[in-house]
């Protein structure tokens, strides 16, 4: 039985561009084992195509023309054998998509039956590992779909649309149109209701689209200031970095400063720099000047929460970049 390797996005910063394939693969039913209690002899024949390091042009295209059979089962097996063929092969992923299965593989994104729409997803964010296929999954309307697939998908397949949505959101003329199709809410949604996988995958996507200076707009009023200061006061979450960056983001918009001091975010960030990690400590502490050039009013909320000893620890110690950014005079 193939041995599942699962590859999952970086940590966070500053490497968030690392290549990562099949993110939940693991957790995905479509096992050479139970696709034998489907039928023996076509399962090893597919798990034969899968596992073998090179795939004829012929088979690809068989398979293509299988995404559009009137079987659902041959519909969900051609799209899973065509996620594993391209979920370690770089040259795979680009024959795969020159051959044409962009736009079937699209289609299935919103599919009803949630295995093959899961297949789909996960097949999609696979071929997006390569730049080139960047453009021909956006322009086979793949963002509405994988928008589609995030917001009713399972959790693998709402996991999956948020990475393949983060590859997308690479590309700087991308960025826009994800936040346009309604992308920050439903990412907003996982952040709040997904496992420890979905968080993750929800906050690294919403890092990549807060580039764009109308998604982190689109944020604030999507509510994601109360789910990042609860994930950064909750050490037990494991997203207490990814959340403090994301937030950090969403401070350099006004509307986004306002939001955090309304929902109490003061408190969480001095707390963050009294205790947390050197990491947690800097990028807090750069959050509260942000907070802080807001106005005497925010400064002086700074100074009752008693920010002003530990920022002071803090950047005695730290990096000239740090030093600098801290003894920039408010706006």
Do not use: W
């Amino acid at each position: 039985m193939e041995v599942m390797v699962v590859e999952r996005p970086p940590e966070f910063l500053p490497r968030i561009t690392r290549s990562y394939s099949d993110c939940n693969s693991r957790r995905s039913d479509d096992s050479p084992l139970v696709r034998c209690q489907t039928s023996c002899s076509s399962s090893l024949h597919r798990f034969l195509v899968h596992s073998a390091a090179e795939c004829s042009d012929d088979a690809i295209c068989k398979l293509i023309a299988d995404l559009d059979s009137p079987s659902i089962e041959s519909k969900r097996l051609a799209a899973t054998e065509l996620r594993f063929l391209a979920k370690h092969s770089p040259e795979n992923r680009v024959r795969i998509a020159r051959a044409g299965a962009v736009a079937p593989l699209v289609a299935l994104l919103s599919h009803p039956d949630p295995r093959i729409q899961e297949q789909g997803v996960t097949a999609i964010l696979n071929l997006s590992l390569c730049d080139e296929n960047k453009s021909a999954i956006a322009g086979a309307g793949a963002i509405r779909h994988l928008v589609f697939a995030l917001r009713f998908g399972t959790p693998a397949a709402r996991e999956n649309s948020a990475c393949a949505l983060l590859r997308l959101a690479q590309r700087d003329d991308l960025r826009a149109a994800i936040g346009c199709s309604g992308a920050i809410p439903a990412l907003v949604s996982l952040l709040e209701t997904g496992g420890p996988r979905g968080k993750k995958d929800a906050a690294t996507a919403l890092f990549a689209l807060l580039a764009a200076k109308e998604n982190m707009t689109r944020a604030v009023e999507a509510g994601a200031v109360r789910p990042l200061l609860d994930l950064m006061a909750d050490p037990e979450s494991g997203m207490v970095d990814k959340a403090a960056y994301v937030l950090r983001r969403v401070l350099s918009l006004q509307e986004g400063r306002r939001a955090a001091v309304a929902e109490g975010g003061v408190p969480v960030l001095v707390e963050m720099v009294e205790v947390g990690t050197r990491r947690q400590k800097e990028v807090s502490m750069l959050s509260l000047l942000e907070i802080c050039k807001e106005g005497a009013g925010y400064r002086r909320m700074v100074v009752r929460e008693g920010g002003i000893p530990p920022v002071v620890a803090l950047v005695q110690s730290s990096s000239e970049k740090t030093k600098e950014k801290v003894s920039s005079p408010p706006t």
